[in-house]
């Protein structure tokens, strides 16, 4: 079982930052990989950003490459995204969510336990 809450979402101008923040209880969460997606309205959900177990490898989707950077405190059982030069097409909910086995992936189907998500909103 695993149970994530995010949070840091809001109202931000376009080419702020915004950080969001992934708290996550479980005994097993230093051996998930993470993700962020994301889903604007009447869109389906969409890849932004995976975290290994260690940290060591990160993986974005095209749109956010660049300017978001992943990360995680195992210790803390924390995720973290850092959106950076925000546009309004970042516009979303945004989610963290687990995956139990394997290398990230993209795939939303492949992550199992999702959090409830966080409201972005970009003002131009």
């Known amino acids: 079982q695993m149970q994530l809450v995010e949070s840091g979402g809001g109202l931000v101008q376009a080419g702020g930052s915004l950080r969001l923040s992934c708290a996550a209880s479980?005994?097993?969460?230093?051996?998930?990989?993470m993700g962020w997606f994301r889903q604007a309205p009447g869109k389906e959900h969409e890849f932004v950003a995976a975290i290994t177990w260690s940290g060591g490898n990160t993986y974005y989707g095209d749109s956010v490459n660049g300017r978001f950077t992943i990360s995680r405190d195992n210790a803390k059982k924390m995720v973290y995204l850092q959106m950076n030069s925000l546009k309004p097409e970042d516009t979303a909910v945004y989610y963290c969510?687990?995956?139990?086995?394997?290398?990230?992936?993209?795939?939303?189907?492949?992550?199992?336990?999702w959090g409830q998500g966080t409201q972005v909103t970009l003002s131009s």
């Open positions: 479980g005994r097993s969460f230093s051996s998930y990989v």
């Open positions: 969510a687990t995956k139990p086995t394997g290398w990230p992936s993209a795939k939303s189907y492949e992550y199992d336990y």
